[in-house]
Nanobody, 124 residues
Framework: QVQLVESGGGLVQAGGSLRLSCAAS????????MGWFRQAPGKEREFVAA?????????YYADPVKGRFTISRDNAKNAVYLQMNSLKPDDTAVYYC????????????????WGQGTQVTVSS
């Protein structure tokens, strides 16, 4: 497993942007598929975006964030990022970074490694 620490959350007005970062420990970071998830109050945790392991470049997004959010990774820095543009009040949630060697497990919100989360609040 890897240890994950998110940062970059905060309060932003609708239409604004934020960039979330996730720092990972471990020497095998590149072997993990990485993803971002979110959980709003009273709702279940949901998938936001994922990126394949190594440098394959494969990405996948939930429909509500397509065209607005971009996931990327830097294997040399053991980091994954989520650029969020055109934010909406509905994007308000705690955002979690997650890692799993298996893509299917990751996108099913069943990853074996999770960060502690970072709060994103979008005001109208």
């Amino acid at each position: 497993q890897v240890q994950l620490v998110e940062s970059g959350g905060g309060l932003v007005q609708a239409g604004g942007s934020l960039r979330l970062s996730c720092a990972a420990s471990g020497r095998t970071f590149g072997s993990y598929a990485m993803g971002w998830f979110r959980q709003a109050p009273g709702k279940e945790r949901e998938f936001v975006a994922a990126i394949a392991n190594w440098s394959r470049g494969t990405t996948y997004y939930a429909d509500p964030v397509k065209g607005r959010f971009t996931i990327s990774r830097d294997n040399a820095k053991n980091a994954v990022y989520l650029q969020m543009n055109s934010l909406k009040p509905d994007d308000t949630a705690v955002y979690y970074c997650a890692a799993d060697p298996t893509w299917e497990i990751l996108v099913a919100v069943k990853a074996r490694s999770w960060g502690q989360g970072t709060q994103v609040t979008v005001s109208s």
